[in-house]
């Protein structure tokens, strides 16, 4: 499967991923924006300690196929109010609304990067005030 880079513009501008800085007693966290990755001038670097960090192309790809996931919950985001995940209780169970759901956990991946695995936590701001509600 090829790479994937042909998002909307809005959703590609709102999504970035950050990661913890690998460096020894370094404490920065690595932060950009996914849409950006794909440029031929990209680089994440460690606000704090500098250290550069080149994705290669198995890194890229699957941080590619995350944000189309991201687009596809976007645009399924119309019947969002009637989907729900079922969790099952003591006595029956109770529908959380998958809305609800997107707006109240973090969302991260976790990769090997650099021979470690890393976790990438996934940050999108709402399209609209209405998003999600």
């Avoid at 969002?80 to 991260?108: E, H, I, K, Q």
Wanted: aromatic content about 8%; hydrophobic content about 40%; charged content about 25%.
């Amino acid at each position: 499967m090829g790479a994937m880079n042909t998002v909307p513009g809005d959703l590609a501008d709102k999504a970035k991923i950050d990661f913890g800085c690998f460096e020894e007693g370094c404490d920065g966290s690595v932060s950009f924006r996914l849409a950006d990755m794909n440029s031929r001038t990209f680089q994440a670097v460690c606000p704090k300690c500098h250290r550069p960090y080149e994705l290669d192309a198995a890194l890229k790809e699957k941080l590619n196929r995350l944000l189309h996931l991201i687009d596809s919950i976007r645009e399924a985001e119309d019947i969002l109010g009637d989907c729900y995940v079922s969790v099952n209780v003591a006595g029956g169970s109770v529908r959380v609304p998958y809305a609800l759901l997107l707006t109240r956990l973090n969302t991260l991946i976790t990769l090997n990067y650099g021979g470690r695995s890393v976790d990438f936590h996934l940050r999108v701001e709402p399209s609209s005030p209405e998003t999600f509600r």
